[in-house]
């Protein structure tokens, strides 16, 4: 065995020690070698020479591939620096039991851990409690302003354990993550602009709060703060007075924000486009409370196209852009789904095709379906006279096995391809966080195709 069929063996999802002995022990006394290994399985390096195991570049690289390969690193490299923090790096404050006492005072270390998440629901990886930065480091850094930022904006440190001559309005901004250091503030800095903008982005987690209710009078009347303000928290704009919901700076900044508050606006912001296209660059849905001149106009309409590809716009855009072929051409560069989403508009599709110049002769409409089932029913007596036994079917890939298996039930003596296309899944598992519209819209597609699924299998119609 060479050393690169050695190096396929780790590329295998799952490595077991009898794979790990197939290797040449000679292998794993070679640097060039081990570094490869490890980057490609950070465990790795507990099969490695143990001169290797205290060797920096190989350590570094295999705890950024697997922090358990901190387990096997040797003892002595674990008191170096930049080893140090990248194990901070990958097992945050739970790597305190590894740190020698003599960077106590070491302040890059430190802040390194005060950056950490913090979870106080979880226990660490060996079922102790959480380990606490703030109990580890020097006492001389409870005077550091620095040091008292980060462990204020991760929630190491309450502001009541802060020395009140040391409270800085970036020591105030920091700490505005919990609600409970807001109320705790002096009055001076709760009148902030600067600090109120920094509570208002963490209000919606604190639960009971009301910061616009308590704000300084000068404040609700103050339209630069107001501007910044709506574009934080969109529920703002509901509690300003009238006559500011008519001002068109605040009004940009609250429709950048959410473009559905278009339908809150009168029409003199309903028609203008300046307005109206700021809101359709936020949400391309929020066109429905556009004036309809501005349905008309071309750069709105590509706007409301442009980066949105739920569809959701496309009930609103006047029907004259379908027959423009120059339109047509630029929306698809725009989006490329643009057509997909004309899939239920019959008549519209056919337009779509003259409007692009394509040769129709042996393009066939269906135009009675009003479903999947009618739709492979009408199809049938249709391609029947053609004499072609074999067909392929384009259609969303979450839709497919149900319009497959239904087209294959209605014409049993015929051949279907599937053809798949608009795929929602990727290839690989994705651990982080996501967002919640997209995965209630994937929830929503994948209920709607195992019902109707199972809806067409118990009614016969598949």
Known sequence: MNKEEALKILDESFVMDEDYQKIPKEFWSD??????????????????????????????????????AIDYIGDDIKKDKDVLLEIIAQKGADSIKLIDEKYKSDKEVILKLLHCKKDSLLLSLDGEKESDPIKFMSEEFLKDEQILEA??????????????????????????????????????????????????????????????????????????????AVNIKES?????????????????????????????????????KSVVLAA???S??????????????????????KNHTSGHYIDYLDKSFIEDKKFVLEALK????????????????????????????????????RNTFENALY??????????????????????????????????????????????????????PGNMQDSVGLWRVYIHETVGYWVYKLTRKL
């Open 31 to 68: 640097k060039d070698f081990v570094l490869k290994a490890v980057k490609k399985k950070g465990s790795s390096i507990d099969y490695a020479d143990a001169s290797l195991k205290n060797d920096k570049e190989i350590v570094i690289s295999a705890i950024k591939q697997d922090s358990f």
């Open 151 to 228: 462990a204020l904006q991760n929630q190491w440190l309450e502001l009541d354990k802060v020395d009140s001559q040391l409270i800085t309005k970036n020591i105030a901004k920091a700490a505005m993550k919990k609600k409970e250091n807001f109320d705790k503030l002096e009055d001076k800095f709760k009148n902030d602009p600067d600090i109120i903008l920094e509570a208002l982005r963490y209000e919606d987690t604190w639960g009971d709060s009301e910061i616009f209710n308590k704000m300084n009078e000068s404040l609700k009347t103050n339209k630069e703060f107001l501007v910044k």
């Open 236 to 272: 703002i704009f509901d509690q300003i007075s009238d006559d500011l919901k008519k001002d068109k700076a605040i009004v940009l900044s609250a429709v950048s924000k959410n473009g559905f508050i278009l339908n809150k606006l009168d029409e003199t912001f309903t028609k203008d």
């Open 280 to 282: 359709v660059n936020q």
């Open 284 to 305: 391309g849905a929020s066109l429905m409370h556009a004036d309809d001149s501005l349905k008309k106009d071309r750069e709105v309409a590509l706007a409301a196209i």
């Open 334 to 369: 725009y989006n490329k789904k643009f057509l997909i989403l004309f899939r239920d508009y019959k008549e519209i599709i056919e337009k779509l095709v003259k409007a692009l110049n394509t040769d129709s002769i042996n393009i066939l409409f269906e135009r009675r379906s």
């Open 379 to 432: 199809c049938g007596d249709m391609i029947d006279e053609l004499k072609i036994k074999k067909w392929g079917i384009v259609t969303s890939a979450s839709h497919m096995k149900r319009a497959a298996d239904t087209f294959q039930a209605q014409n049993s003596d015929l051949s279907f391809e599937p053809i798949p296309v608009d795929f929602r899944t990727a290839n690989s598992i994705y651990w982080g």
